[in-house]
């Protein structure tokens, strides 16, 4: 009994001390070998841990941040970079022709639009020459600069009358005209002094006198000046000083003025 007592204690201790030769090697296992636990630990911690992006890199101990690897991005320029200067060389390659060609197009369109526009200047700003004024005066003519070509008065063309008829029409209706505004005259008054002045040619133009020289020639039945007929013209008459009522009202309403009437009037006026 003693004897197996004593073989227990000895069997005991034993395996006491194999207990801590046992412990001590897995403890210097676990001194000589950080990296597990560590690995151990993190591959622990992990599953626990959530994140929407990809965690940061961290180096190893004893590595400093000069041995990072490269992250994507880096590696993918660091690879491409032969690729982005042969795409830089193309586009500076491109670029000059492109603007020499539009330049060109502006300087060739230039040019033209230039002495184009400098011909519509010239053009314009270019002394118009005066045309002959349209007029029914018989036998008249114009210089380029508008003014009458006067004639000796052996050189007047001769009138061509109208008939009685027409002259007494065209008396009639200017004496009407003449009632309506209050203009004396009476038909005798205005033949006799109609038929000396233009003998009844209404077309009738003084080449010769000296308001012809002066660029303001008689004309019509009645022999009115421009500036007297613009004057003295009557209201619901023809502006043409060649019409046969507008002359005939116009010279009555200026001898009424004058002279107090056509009837008083006997000789040029």
Sequence with gaps: MTATHGVSRIRTRTAAVAGIVTAGAAA??????PGAAADAHTSAVAPTTMSSSAPAFTPPAGQGTTDQAPEAGDSAAAGSGDTGSAAAAADTAEAPAAKPATAAADTAEAPAAKPAAAAADTAAQAP?????????????????????VTIDRKEQPKPKPASDEQIDQWINEALDVMKAHGIPGSYDGIKSNLMRESSGDPHTINMWDSNAHKNI??????????PTFEQYHVDGTSKDVYDPVANI??????AADRYGSMDNVNSAY
């Excluded at 210097?28 to 070998?33: D, I």
């Excluded at 020639?217 to 421009?226: A, E, H, N, T, W």
């Design 28 to 33: 210097l296992s676990l001194v000589h070998a």
């Design 249 to 254: 009202a116009a010279a009555c309403n200026y």
């Design 217 to 226: 020639p008689s004309k019509g039945l009645l022999q009115v000046i421009d």
């Design 128 to 148: 118009q020459k005066k045309s002959a004024p349209a007029d029914k005066g018989r036998g008249a003519q114009y210089n380029a600069d508008g003014t009458l």
